[in-house]
């Protein structure tokens, strides 16, 4: 089974903190998400990957940045956490677009989460 | 950005037959769409996936008109444990990015 894991599943932090959240998947993967996830607000983008060393933004790109420097592992950093980024992260990960119908690139796997308290 | 439409959410009692309804106006030509439901605490899970007409699987059947602007999740004979969001994916015309709808609550009772 392909597995997406995210390293912590529980953080509490302080405001202005760095928080580095990790997501590694086994199936290799080219694609690589990260999702935020608030009640009554749904599954909202942050940042995506599509190959290493690779980022584009999604929906909520400000105050996160990442890195993808191993096709296995991609990092959600929070470079001065504040209280409105207390949430649930959601990593997920799915092979490339097709050239042709993209069946395998919508086929997500997700990690299960990790929720973060910023205090 | 063009976003995914679903209701909120939707009761139903054990046996009967669930259909949640989600719109995509924008969707790209070649993609497929797909749905996935989710468990308190727990990452979303892959349920099903289409392009046109209609695709069935052991857990749910989706049903797709030639338009491809909305797709119908079916889930037949829900119990208990069908109790969860379930959430459409599309990607928009001209975009890398995969747009979820807000979810769809279900919540079924005896």
């Known amino acids: 089974d392909v597995k997406v894991t995210q390293s912590s599943r529980y953080l509490v932090k302080r405001t202005g903190e760095k928080v580095f959240l990790e997501c590694v998947q086994d199936?290799?993967?080219?694609?690589m998400f990260w999702y935020r996830q608030d009640p009554g607000l749904g599954l909202r983008l942050i940042y995506f990957?599509?190959?290493?060393?690779?980022?584009e933004k999604g929906d909520i790109p400000e105050g996160y940045s990442v890195s993808r420097e191993k096709k296995e592992r991609f990092s959600l950093i929070l470079e001065s956490a504040s209280t409105n980024q207390t949430s649930m992260y959601l990593c997920?990960?799915?092979?490339?677009?097709?050239?042709?119908?993209?069946?395998?690139?919508?086929?997500?796997?997700f990690g299960a989460g990790s929720r973060l308290t910023v205090l | 950005l063009a976003k995914t439409t679903q209701p909120i959410s939707m009761d139903s009692y054990e046996g009967q037959e669930v259909n949640i309804t989600c719109s995509h106006n924008?969707?790209?030509?070649?993609?497929?769409i797909t749905w996935y439901q989710q468990f308190p605490s727990q990452g979303p899970r892959f349920i099903i996936q289409?392009?046109?007409t209609k695709v069935t699987n052991e857990v749910a059947s989706l049903f797709i008109p030639a338009d491809r602007k909305s797709s119908t999740l079916s889930l037949p004979r829900v119990s208990l444990s069908d109790t969860a969001v379930y959430y459409c994916?599309?990607?928009?015309?001209?975009?890398?990015?995969?747009?979820f709808g807000t979810g769809t609550r279900l919540l079924v009772s005896p």
């Open positions: 997920a990960s799915s092979f490339a677009l097709a050239g042709g119908r993209g069946s395998g690139a919508n086929v997500l796997t």
């Open positions: 199936m290799d993967h080219e694609n």
């Open positions: 990957s599509y190959d290493v060393k690779m980022k």
């Open positions: 289409g392009y046109k």
């Open positions: 994916l599309a990607r928009n015309t001209g975009f890398q990015k995969l747009v």
């Open positions: 924008n969707i790209a030509t070649n993609d497929y």
